[in-house]
């Protein structure tokens, strides 16, 4: 195709309208489609009525080239979706006798029932002409059809059923649309504000067409989205390579991967490929970051352990910081930090340990101010110390301090200078 | 108010159209707006762009009486809302030099920065006439203002800023709209799944009026809300009440709360109330609960510390668990379980400790089925130890290992049976 295709995504649910449920279909739809190069300019929901989903699909035809909807195929009363759309298209409804065979061999070998139910057969009912979508996840059948111009494609609501069928069914009946591919590179970023990033790159978002430049902030981090399109993939992910070449050279290390997960999952990889293992000793962060490094598959690959040592005598008693240390520099200090971390390591017989103890608050200890955190990195040769001080409440501060350490431990492992000071205080 | 009122969430930020990020403010919106009595009757989400959000608005406005934004507030030249809906409604954007303060004050107290960068100005400007609402959250104020017969509001994209700002501000501001007010209680389940719960209470749900019966899933968990309508807060909340005592009545101590915020706050309260303390002993959970129970102000009261004994060897250089005992039953036992809550009990002196270890894939051990887990509940008088097997992956079921610790406590520090089979295994 030489233009673009747009799309809209209608999703069909009176739960999603009371909040009952969060609609992750039009999310994953999205995805798929941005992937495959199709423009998304909106998402409707609508609830579980005839009338408000006849208007939705009218305003929807007006301007997208192809509708996408989620929901509302399944058996009951309230599953209206394909009558609507048959209807809206002036198209008749047919019965598929082999779509009812289908699902009364998935109720006898699935489910183990021996006679569906009457309302079931419902589902074997599709606009006339359409190419169908056998479910194999589940029992309602999609399907696909172009009508005045407007492709429609209607999927089932339950959200693995709706990604199944959309990359199995939907996604090479879209791609055979296109003549275009889409290819993006996103890099990852922390220890920058996304205002911060924004403003240095403003000239450059402004100025690329293809490939595009779009920030998007996650919870202490930013992400770039590099995004071209062109006649294949090669050719497509050819365009970005200047771009990130350009975003490497102004951002540097604070970028800290390319189509990366997370800053633990770099952390991860990084220790695997070292051959090296790690230890935690925090206080304040009260168990975050072993949490986040074993939210990781393969994680027993490298992380040993760690102590949550939240009161100061469990400081003592657990990693054997000295009580002299805690009276002479108080328990958030760099010299505790620096202790705990030194001792976790040989505790757990790791080649690197981090630790973090600071003040959470909201209530103040008379002498830091809430939120000052100090973390260190306990390596073979030498014990890292920063302090920070995010100024974010009890939630935020302590995600600020996970990602501070394992930042740490990336840029050790990574032979980057292990202490910056990213927010400039 | 007599009718009903109905109302429109418009969504704005090209990420979600991407599948970046998932609209979680249109259903958290959508369940307020569900006490609020107001209907839904579309969400809409549209990209950072503003004719195509012109269009938005002016569908919106001929069908709803109310219009939500959320998203598009900030400081970035991305974010459009008010300017675009200020145009709709042909209303002039207004300098508010107070809420300037507001922004420098917070990049300067909270954030450590003495000169904010200029562009965050752009978030002083609202729509002439409008009610601001603060933003204690974040920077970017929202606001609501009445044009042409439409209510508009308009809330920050940030999840957490969104929520916060519409429960205080946009909350108060639409109660006010109507002659009735409204009361709901919500009952926190841990223990049942929601079609479970929702097979239980069908009848009832579908017989209610005023007060209404609605469940809503929760990661593990299910939330019951009991919402009613009245001419006082104190009649409404009347009318909930025998609702709730006929709940109990059914659900029995599968209710871990009423009106509390999590399975961890309730522990907590518990363990200040009876002035105990606890600790953590965490394999398969990896920091897990200790996280949890130190997201919460106030841990450091009843909260000692954890051991994440991750690898065989940590579990006994850091708590003693015998060498024997590993070898014996497999590190995945009830017996390993037992001496990690009883030796952290012991390293930690708390009066209580629980400890989890399991295999939560996705790899087996050739031994356990993945998604095994024994936690165990060390008291001065017993170790409690059960076992259980979600049958879930890797996150939900360390989630779910996580709550079934938490609720091992919850029932000890309230005198019920400790070990109890939920799911029927």
Request: with cysteine.
């Amino acid at each position: 195709m030489s233009k673009s295709l747009t799309a809209e995504i209608i999703s069909v649910g009176t739960e999603l309208l009371l909040g009952n449920t969060t609609n992750t279909d039009a999310r994953d739809i999205s995805v798929y489609l941005s992937e495959l190069g199709i423009n998304v300019y909106y998402h409707t929901v609508v609830g579980d009525n005839p009338e408000r989903l006849t208007k939705a699909v009218e305003i929807a035809r007006s301007r997208a080239d192809i509708i996408i909807t989620t929901g509302g195929l399944g058996p009951t009363c309230d599953d209206l979706t394909k009558q609507v759309l048959a209807k809206a298209f002036d198209l008749e409804m047919c019965y598929h006798e082999e779509l009812a065979e289908e699902m009364r061999r998935y109720f006898k070998e699935i489910i183990g029932v021996e006679h569906m139910t009457e309302n079931n057969l419902q589902q074997a009912y599709l606009p006339a002409g359409c190419t169908v979508f056998h479910n194999e996840w589940g029992t309602a059948p999609g399907c696909a059809f172009e009508a005045e111009g407007v492709r429609v494609i209607m999927l089932p609501g339950p959200p693995r059923e709706c990604n199944a069928m959309f990359k199995n069914c939907a996604m090479p009946y879209l791609s055979a649309l296109s003549d275009e591919v889409i290819f993006s590179h996103s890099l990852h970023i922390f220890g920058r504000g996304e205002s911060d990033v924004e403003a240095m790159l403003r000239d450059m978002m402004n100025e690329l067409k293809n490939p595009t430049l779009a920030p998007y902030a996650k919870e202490g981090e930013v992400m770039l989205r590099v995004t071209a399109k062109a006649a294949t993939e090669e050719e497509a992910e050819k365009l970005t390579l200047p771009v990130v070449e350009r975003l490497r050279a102004v951002l540097g290390d604070i970028i800290y991967g390319m189509d990366v997960k997370s800053l633990e999952g770099v952390v991860l990889e990084l220790l695997k490929e070292k051959h090296m293992t790690i230890s935690t000793a925090e206080s304040c962060t009260g168990g975050f970051i072993a949490k986040r490094i074993t939210d990781l598959r393969g994680a027993s690959e490298v992380f040993m352990g760690g102590a949550v040592t939240y009161s100061s005598e469990s400081k003592t008693a657990v990693l054997g910081v000295k009580r002299e240390t805690i009276e002479r520099y108080g328990v958030i200090s760099g010299e505790v930090a620096k202790e705990m971390a030194e001792n976790a390591r040989r505790v757990f017989g790791t080649d690197i340990a981090v630790s973090t103890t600071g003040l959470s608050g909201p209530d103040g200890d008379g002498i830091n101010r809430v939120g000052t955190v100090y973390i260190a990195l306990a390596t073979p040769d030498k014990v890292f110390v920063q302090m920070e001080n995010s100024g974010f409440g009890r939630a935020r501060s302590r995600t600020m301090a996970t990602n501070l350490a394992l930042d740490m431990v990336r840029r050790y492992l990574t032979g980057l200078p292990v202490v910056v000071d990213y927010f400039g205080r």
